[in-house]
């Protein structure tokens, strides 16, 4: 991994993108920093980040869709940054490819430990992909009107384990699936757990590189972004979760692997 982190802030207000920016600074990047949606996806096409900040309110293309944009052509990890709080706007944040959400106002050191929780992530990063069945074609169906392509995933210590898993055709160590960071963390940590129930908490706890079991506190909007983020990954899978042939919901406590077929 390159010695220098580099981070894009991406916010219309002059003083939010300050404080962003120095907070990032002191967690050790470079800083690149846009006022509108369209600047800030050409700074990410520019620099190739580890994290981009995104406000949603830009004065032109909106969060949404800024995020959208970057998602075509970076896996570098997304957290949107704004005042909005309605669960609606968390939903579409993340389902437009956001990895995190962090309302207004926040405290510097509430961004830290994320940005840090990430970083840890693709420290241990290894160039891994989830490959399409030999049945079906993924390639064209994973993503609506987006090109496919493959992404470098982050695989986390504590997170399930290395190397190649399986499961009734999808293997996660080839070919190309177009996921995020956070979904690929989230389906190799159900895969490798096979028939072990992972709570969204203790799956909230790997995303931020603490034990699952730590016993640190998981808001419910914690557990709702966990829930998001599964959604989004059957969807590109094309998993019935009312016929799962890889991610199966256990209502009211979490997820596990389907069984082997």
Known sequence: MRERRVAVVVDDDEDVRGLLAAVLVQSGFDVHEAGSGSAGVQLVGETDPDVVT??????DIDGFEA???????SDAHIVMVTARTDEINT????????????TKPFRPRELRARVDAIMRRRADRQPSTASAPADRNLRG????????????????????GRGRLELNGLVL?????????????????????????????SLARRLRHEDADAGTVV??????????????????????????????????????SAPAR
Do not use: M
């Open 67 to 73: 995020a959208r944009r970057i998602r075509c052509t």
């Open 219 to 256: 808001s419910s909007a914690d557990e709702r972004s966990i829930a998001v983020h599964v959604g989004n990954l059957r969807r590109k899978l094309g998993d019935n979760p009312k016929a799962p042939r890889w991610i199966e919901t256990v209502r009211g406590v979490g997820y596990r």
């Open 91 to 102: 939903v579409l944040g993340l389902e437009s490819g956001a990895d995190a959400y962090l």
């Open 54 to 59: 995104l406000d949603l309110g830009l004065p």
């Open 173 to 201: 160590d080839g070919a190309e699936v177009q996921l995020t960071p956070t979904e690929f963390f989230l389906l190799q940590s159900i895969l490798a757990g096979k028939r072990t129930v992972r709570t969204k908490s």
């Open 141 to 160: 169906a994973v993503v609506e009107n987006e090109a496919p392509r493959t992404v470098s995933a982050p695989v986390a210590a504590g997170g399930g």
